[in-house]
Nanobody
Framework: QVQLVESGGGLVQAGGSLRLSCAAS????????MGWFRQAPGKEREFVAA????????YYADSVKGRFTISRDYAKATGYLQMNSLKPEDTAVYYC?????????????????WGQGTQVTVSS
């Protein structure tokens, strides 16, 4: 199994930036596909970004394209989500997700590892 732990959330003003981290432990050699999802209060969890196992291909939700950047560092077994030009509507709990398969997906069902989430709050 792979365990994922997010960090880096917090309170930031609109227009500001945050970088979320996702640290993997356990059988990290089985950590291939990676994604970030978020859930705002009263809403369903939604896709934010995904990255291929090689790190060479990325995929973003339209709502964050051009503002967020997903990346990963295999040597550190850590994934990242750099969030710039944050808006109040980005306020949510952000979850890191991992897959034991080579995927690049926006579907929750494709991921079998999940972190506990980290809160991001953007004030106006």
């Amino acid at each position: 199994q792979v365990q994922l732990v997010e960090s880096g959330g917090g309170l930031v003003q609109a227009g500001g930036s945050l970088r979320l981290s996702c640290a993997a432990s356990g059988r990290t050699f089985r950590w291939y596909g990676m994604g970030w999802f978020r859930q705002a209060p009263g809403k369903e969890r939604e896709f934010v970004a995904a990255i291929s196992s090689s790190g060479g291909t990325t995929y973003y939700a339209d709502s964050v394209k051009g503002r967020f950047t997903i990346s990963r560092d295999y040597a550190k077994a850590t994934g990242y989500l750099q969030m710039n030009s944050l808006k109040p509507e980005d306020t949510a709990v952000y979850y890191c997700a991992g897959s034991s398969r080579e995927i690049l997906s926006n579907r929750e069902s494709e991921y079998n590892y999940w972190g506990q989430g980290t809160q991001v709050t953007v004030s106006s």
